[in-house]
């Protein structure tokens, strides 16, 4: 268990600081002719959304995709969807502080009735220059995972999540962040690190934090960018084991003016995560496993400003200690992994065309194929989804 003193003390001391630092030129803020809090320009509203029409092409008969959004979707379906709506709001309270607010709504997070409803995803105060070129960011905040990273290279979150956001890494998290660079004039070399509940927008339910941080350097005049990344955490004992889930995935994407390659992977050891089923004797036993997946991708121009292709393929295996001739039975009750026993490879391609800045008609193919590696028959299936995918912006 996390031990709650040292992160107390760690931000009391990192306030403690800023207070000795900064607070005094920030109290006299107000008389700075260049920043006047109620100006037009010191809060944006911005959103955005995208949905789809789609054909459900096939399905896969024992709906293995756990949380993907065509799980359960029978063969031929059709329909127009929404898949998420963002609407936020950003103020610059003053040059030090700025805050920020996200509503989201997306159909996994619908009303019993399946109506959309707005939640929070964000809510947070920025406290900016807690020391050079370091930001402090309390709240609800977006974790280091990937919507910093890998998620605006990839660039088409409107056609699908990166890897471990599909596989359940929070996006987002209620806690304290710091968001920094080593090099403050050439932003080249930067940081992340963060502690949250590791619940997103629920309540905590036990003591212990989800720990998480990345460094992140760029090179070649900014086209080649690297980032390694870990997380940490806890779990409450099942059956007097303890639990744990321990990331560390690295990503690194090449860009020119015309094209971006992107590889992102990932090992995630799930301590005693795996209870598995001894065939002799019925008896169940906790397995520490490796959970592995890699994702790769490209985007380029076709015609400038007009069209665009993108195609990304992963690979995904939840369990590195399947042993079918000593157990029967693989269950992860804490991974947020579907199925141990299944291993996932993920396809999708497609064109961009934008008639207009900030607007996207973008029709594409999308599969997730299964095999079962268990102790069950090694039987393959596969969720595939024909759609034209509708995404715009607005307020940005």
Known sequence: MLNKKPLFFALFFSLA???STSLKAQFTVNSDSAFKAGSP???KLWGYMFGDYYDKGNADSLNRG??????????????FQIRRLYLGYNYNISKKFAAEVLLEAAPGDALLDNKLA?????ANLRVKDLWKGTDLVIGQVGTPGFSMSSEPIWGYRSIEKTIIDRLGTPSYDLGASLQGTFDSKTKNFGYDVMVGNGTGARPEVDNRK???GDIWAKFLDKKLYVN???????????????QSRNMIKGFVAYTVPKFTFGVEAFTNTLKNGDQATEIATGKTDFLTVQAKGISIF??????????????????????????N???????????????PSTKEQFITAGLDYTPIKNVHFMPNIWADTYKNQGFNPKYTGIDLVYRLTCYFVFGK
């Open 17 to 19: 600081l800023f207070s």
């Open 41 to 43: 320009n010191s809060g």
């Open 66 to 79: 756990g949380g993907n959004q065509y799980t359960g979707v029978p063969k031929d379906r059709n329909a």
């Open 118 to 122: 707005f939640y929070i995803k964000l």
């Open 210 to 212: 989800w720990l998480s």
């Open 228 to 242: 390694f990344y870990l997380d940490y955490n806890g779990s409450n004992p099942i059956a007097g084991m303890n």
């Open 298 to 323: 490209a985007h380029g121009i076709i015609l400038k400003d007009k069209l665009n292709f993108f195609a990304r393929y992963d690979a995904f295996n939840p369990d590195n200690k399947i042993n």
């Open 325 to 339: 001739s000593f157990y029967n039975k693989y269950v992860q009750p804490t991974s947020g992994y579907s199925d």
